[in-house]
C-alpha cells in the first residue's frame, strides 16, 4: 500500500523520475494531470505519497503548490533535487526544419526560451505536462509537433531526439517535496530540516526580530519568500525553510516562534536532501 | 515621444487597463506579445516606457520579469495595483453548455480554477494573452470556446459575457511596475518605495543582520523573496521592497547595505502606489 505514489504527469515525466529515485523502482503510479488531481488522490487515499515540484532556480516558488499544502494539511516529510535536463523530440524521420509547433509544460518552455530563439519558426505552445505530450505525439503520430521532455519519455515513447540539453541554464535544480496527509515518522536524530509558515504584521522590524530569534537558536535560514495576506492588508504570511544541527535548537525556536508570530505552523519536518 | 507605451498583451488586456490608469488615455500602445518582447522593445526605443505585472496575491512573485528586469538593466520607475475581474466569454448565442474548451493565460486559468470545477466538460486550454483569445474568437467565430478576460475585451471584441467575477478570490490585486531604459526623474520628496536586490552567503544570521541595519534605518520590508543563485551553492540573491517617509533614512541603509552585503542593487526608486 505505501509503495503507491501520486505524481504530477505521466510514466517518463520528470515527477515520475524523483519518484523513482527516492522510493525506489518498485512503486506503483498514480499518475495524476494537476497538482489539484494529485492532493484529492492523496485525500481520497488513491496514494499515500505525493511527489509535488515546489521550487526551481529559475522560476522560484510554485506559490499555488505552497497553498495546496497549507490549505490542505498535507505534511512534507522529505525532499529530493533533481538535475533538469530538457530535449527536444519529435517523430522518427523528422528534422528540426520540420517542427512548427513545440508543446510541453509552461516551465519547460520558459527553461528552455534561449534555444528556441534561434528556430522563430516554432510556435510554443503550452501544455499539461512535459512527458504526456511526447506520448500524445507518438500515439496520434503527429507530424510538425515536437515534445520537450525527458531522454526517458523519447525512449518510452519511441521519439527521437533531435536536440539534447536544450535548457538554458545547464545548472537547472529543481526542488520536489514528498508530502503525506499524516506527519513523518521520522526520530528526532535525523530530521534537520523544516517548512514552517507564519504572519507578521506589517510593523517595522517585525521580520528581522523573528529572524534573530532563528539565528539565536543557530538556525540557518535556506528559504524565504513573503506573501502578501488577501483580504487583511498590511499583513503578510512567510513561508520559510530552515536547516540545523540539533533537533532541540528547533524546537526552542519553534516555541518561541508560536508567541511571537501568528498563526505559526510546521508544514514539515524532514532530512535536509542538499549536500554540502 | 514619451506616451509610447509597450504592454504584454493587446488593447482589452489588464496591462492595457493599467497603462491608462497610470498614463491616461492619450498613449500609443506597443502591444508585445511576450514580456521578452516588451524588454527588446524597450532595448530598440520602440517605447519609452512598459508596463509589466510583477505579482500577485494568489502566485506571489512573477520572477522571471524580476530576471528580465535584473539583467537588462531597466529601471522601476512606477508601481500600480490593479483589481484583476475575470470574466467568462463567447460569441453571441452561445450558452455555458456549448463551451468546449476555454483559453487564456495560465495565470488567468489558476485564478478561476473553482469555477470551472462546477464544468468538468469544459479543457482549460493556456494561451498567451487574455485579450488575444477573446479577439481570435471574435476574429474567426469559434465556436465552442471561451475566453477568460476584462470586460473591456468583451466590449472591444463584441463577445457575450456568459459569467462575470469568476475569479476564486474577490480581492485579486495585481501589482504591475513602470519599468524604463533610464532612470526616474523624481525628486527625493516623491520617493517614498524602493526595489532592492543583494546577494548573501548562507551564513546564519546574515539576513537578520541586514534586516536589522533597515529597521534601525526606519525601513518598512513590504516584500521579501529569496533565490538560491544558480552555479553558486549556498549563495542567496534577495529582492527586498521597502517603504520610508524619509529619503535620508533610506539613503543611509543603502550605503550600509553596499558595504554588508554583495552586489547590492538599486532596481528602482520610485512613489508607493498602495494606499494605507
Request: glycine share 4%.
Amino acid at each position: 500500500m505505501e509503495t503507491k505514489i501520486a505524481i504530477q504527469g505521466i510514466k517518463g515525466s520528470f515527477h515520475h523520475q524523483v519518484a523513482q529515485e527516492y522510493f525506489g523502482k518498485d512503486i506503483t503510479l498514480i499518475e495524476c494531470m494537476t497538482f489539484d488531481n494529485l492532493v484529492d488522490g492523496l485525500l481520497k487515499k488513491d496514494a499515500f505519497q505525493g511527489v509535488m515540484a515546489i521550487e526551481n532556480s529559475i522560476a522560484g516558488s510554485i506559490i499555488p503548490n505552497y497553498a495546496l499544502i497549507d490549505k490542505n494539511e498535507l505534511h512534507i516529510i522529505g525532499e529530493h533535487y533533481l538535475q533538469i535536463h530538457h530535449n527536444l523530440m519529435a517523430l522518427p524521420g523528422q528534422t528540426i526544419s520540420d517542427i512548427l509547433e513545440v508543446h510541453s509544460h509552461p516551465m519547460a518552455l520558459l527553461q528552455c526560451k534561449e534555444f528556441f530563439r534561434k528556430y522563430p519558426h516554432i510556435k510554443l505552445v503550452e501544455d499539461a505536462d512535459t512527458a504526456e505530450t511526447a506520448k500524445r505525439i507518438s500515439e496520434k503520430q503527429l507530424m510538425g509537433i515536437a515534445a520537450i521532455a525527458s531522454k526517458t519519455a523519447a525512449e518510452l515513447y519511441q521519439l527521437s531526439v533531435l536536440a539534447s540539453e536544450i535548457q538554458t541554464i545547464n545548472n537547472n535544480s529543481t526542488r520536489f517535496v514528498i508530502v503525506k496527509t499524516q506527519n513523518s515518522v521520522l526520530s528526532k536524530d535525523e530530521i534537520n530540516k523544516a517548512s514552517l509558515k507564519f504572519e507578521l504584521d506589517h510593523k517595522r522590524g517585525s521580520l528581522a526580530t523573528v529572524l534573530n530569534v532563528m539565528s539565536d537558536c543557530r538556525l540557518n535560514l535556506t528559504k524565504i519568500q513573503s506573501l502578501p495576506k488577501i483580504e487583511t492588508p498590511w499583513k503578510y504570511a512567510f513561508f520559510v525553510d530552515v536547516t540545523f544541527d540539533k533537533y532541540e535548537d528547533y524546537e526552542k525556536a519553534a516555541k518561541l516562534l508560536t508567541i511571537m508570530a501568528d498563526h505559526f505552523k510546521i508544514l514539515g519536518e524532514y532530512r535536509n536532501a542538499r549536500v554540502l
